[in-house]
């Protein structure tokens, strides 16, 4: 951590706003001073753009650590995205303008929207699914992930989305944890090219999941209307989704939802088990994304905002969902790969939509600057006025590059840290306001208390430390789905009364943040969170594995990349096809971006006297480091073996 504290110091590249975005920017000085003076206050003020059924009786209650945000208020998320928009001109605006990975394209105006929703929600209903139940979503980037999202939400069912990318086994196990009643999915979806059989990984795994009534089954294959030959349909439990939707009414009553009713579970890696159900709730999440969503990004009338996550990863749910469609935005949304056909695809997109406001993650960037700047230089991305990016530190280089072959010089680059437990953006430029830094995301959202303490949760003002939260926000995860001890015990018990967000991090002379990455055993891999444990979990699940040590190691493009230290069961030799085959292993178990990028046999893997595997040494062994103090270990032969053999494998 002291190397990066150190490389961060020399960075002393400021970046004003500029005057011509500071004068017509939607954020000002005076949020800062009003959330400053009044923190409740300004929270109170954000939820009043939104639309309420029944106002609210008491803005917080906080009992730690369980808040409760505009308590006795009820509200309807899906009307607050849409019905307030369509009794306007905004009706006949594009809320969705997608492109899928072949090509081809939809535009969905909000009063289309509107009624799709509705369709869907009333399939639901007819399937007998209620409120508070929970619905599982299993989709490809196509408008109906959106749809089925806001449905749920119309009827006040409880979505619990899973990215696309991730298997069967994954599937299952958070299908099991909600105990859904219902999944929604398609027949596959596009990814370079080839189609993914998204409906064959979902049958895998519902013959796994007593709770699953019905399926729901988008149909993406080509062949159009009529063919329905690439997915196997099991009568009486799954249904395609046109055929319900063209039977079913538009019009769908909002179900009033109180303000503390849960909106949805999310899964996101932790330390240890399995994934942990984070639980969002209606009012506090949708006055969080929403007004991030109009500061942070800045919409006005026209803006075509492009949030380049998946739906299946919190940034999709609140930044190309709930906050977007809150403010009444356009926003675009793309099946596929950056790099399919060619690599200027994104490029393409932006000219072509003519998108304004474009947030993305350092990994894409990364590539970017890889692939070269000619790429971009050869399309027209004049329309963009602001960029972003969420996920993981930004190294000051690759924020360079954004700024200038992206940026042009001339849009802000608007920093957000923040995580699937925070709901929405905490520490970020308010951009027309806050000058700027490579690599620090700069300073918190108002109403936000972020706080640099040390390990024994003493506040520290300047320095390296841990990154807390010491006040409620309105976005924040509620608990764990199911499992409220986990919920203390992982976020709580540090530090008793302030949240540990899990990241390093530095705050400089001037009050800026400088966010280190994760201290625990979480691993980010192109921007996406995955526990050590669970990987660990998936290779000693493999019959010839007795026993796997996973770590994380810099890479150029990933951010951190997996490198396994595996020892085989008695009667197993090493060989390169093994090692094939457990790395196949992991993706099919977890999901290709689990995949381990190296995989070491060794007979034996350094412990200490207590016998806990010493991470630490096979960190320096993955990153070709000298090799730490081995003092403490059972047997320091074992490790020193182990990194001559790693590097000649290397080699
Ligand atoms: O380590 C931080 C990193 O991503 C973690 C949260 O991951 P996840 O819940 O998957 O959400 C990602 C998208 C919100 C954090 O604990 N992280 C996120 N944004 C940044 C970041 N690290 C540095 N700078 C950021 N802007």
């Not at 929600?121 to 408008?143: E, S």
């Not at 299952?172 to 080839?194: E, P």
């Not at 060794?602 to 081995?630: C, H, N, Q, W, Y």
């Amino acid at each position: 951590m002291t190397d990066q504290i150190d490389t961060l110091l020399q960075e002393t590249r400021r970046f004003p706003p500029p005057d011509g975005f500071a004068r017509q920017a939607n954020a000002t000085e005076a949020l800062y001073q009003a959330a400053g003076k009044d923190r409740l206050g300004f929270w109170e003020e954000q939820a009043r753009a939104l639309e309420w059924i029944t106002p609210w009786t008491q803005v917080l209650e906080w009992k730690i650590p369980h808040a409760r945000w505009f308590l006795g208020g009820r509200l309807n998320v899906a009307a607050n995205c849409l019905d307030r928009h369509v009794r306007t001109p905004r009706r006949n605006q594009a809320a969705i303008i997608w492109e899928g990975e072949p090509g081809d394209r939809r535009t969905i105006t909000y009063w289309e929207l509107h009624r799709e929703v509705g369709r869907a929600a009333n399939a639901l209903k007819q399937l007998g699914v209620k409120k508070g139940d929970r619905v599982a979503i299993y989709l490809p980037m196509i408008p109906e992930a959106a749809i089925a999202m806001l449905a749920c939400a119309r009827i006040g069912a409880v979505h619990s989305v899973v990215f696309g990318g991730f298997s069967s086994e994954s599937l299952r196990d958070r299908i099991n944890d909600a105990q859904a009643v219902c999944l929604i999915t398609a027949d596959g979806g596009y990814r370079r090219g080839a189609m993914l059989p998204l409906k064959r990984f979902a049958d895998e795994a519902i013959a796994q999941c007593p709770s699953i009534r019905h399926v729901l089954v988008v149909q993406r294959s080509p062949g159009g209307a009529g063919d329905e030959s690439f997915a196997n349909m099991t009568e009486g439990r799954d249904h395609w989704w046109h055929r319900l939707l063209d039977l079913a009414s538009p019009h769908c009553p909002a179900e009033p939802m109180d303000a503390e009713d849960l909106l949805f579970i999310l899964y996101t890696s932790g330390t240890t088990g399995k994934p942990k159900g984070i639980v969002h709730t209606t009012g506090g999440y949708l006055t969080q994304v929403a007004s991030t969503t109009r500061y942070v990004f800045d919409l006005k009338e026209g803006d075509v905002f492009w949030c380049t996550a998946d739906v299946g990863w919190v940034t999709g749910h609140s930044y190309v969902v709930y906050g977007p469609l809150a403010n009444g935005a356009t926003v675009l949304m793309y099946e596929g790969a950056p790099d399919w056909p060619e690599r200027d695809r994104f490029w393409k997109l932006v000219a072509r939509y003519g998108v304004t406001i474009f947030y993305t993650a350092p990994t894409a960037i990364r590539a970017f600057m890889k692939w070269g700047e000619e790429l971009p230089a050869k399309h027209d991305l004049s329309t963009l006025r602001l960029l972003g990016t969420v996920g993981e530190p930004i190294n000051p280089e690759a924020w360079m590059w954004y700024h200038r072959n992206i940026g042009r010089e001339r849009c802000p680059i608007v920093d957000t840290w923040w995580q699937t437990e925070t709901g929405g953006i905490m520490i970020t430029a308010l951009p027309g306001v806050v000058t700027t830094k490579p690599g620090s995301a700069t300073i918190p959202f108002p109403g936000i208390s972020a706080q640099l303490v040390d390990q024994k949760g003493v506040p520290l003002p300047k320095g390296g430390g841990l990154l807390v939260l010491s006040e409620p926000w309105p976005g924040m995860l509620r608990t764990i789905y199911g499992d409220d001890q986990r919920y203390h015990d992982t976020y709580w018990s540090r530090f008793g009364d302030k949240y540990f967000a899990g990241d390093g991090a530095k705050l400089d002379e001037d009050g800026y943040w400088w966010i280190l990455g994760r201290v625990d055993d979480v691993l980010n891999v192109a921007g996406h969170r995955i526990g050590t444990m669970e990987i660990e979990s998936a290779l000693v699940d493999h019959p010839a594995v007795a026993e796997a040590a996973v770590v994380g190691k810099t890479h150029e493009l990933k951010g951190q990349a997996l490198a396994a230290f595996v020892t085989l069961k008695e009667g197993h030799q090493p060989s390169a096809s093994l090692k094939d085959e457990l790395k196949e292993h992991v993706a099919r178990k977890i999901g290709a971006i689990a995949r381990p990028d190296d995989v070491l046999f060794s007979a034996d893997l350094p412990k200490t006297r207590s016998g806990k595997i010493m991470r630490r040494l096979l960190k320096d062994i993955a990153e070709g480091r000298a090799l730490g103090d081995t003092t403490t270990l059972a047997d320091p032969g074992v490790v020193s073996r182990l990194k001559d053999q790693y590097e000649s494998e290397e080699g």
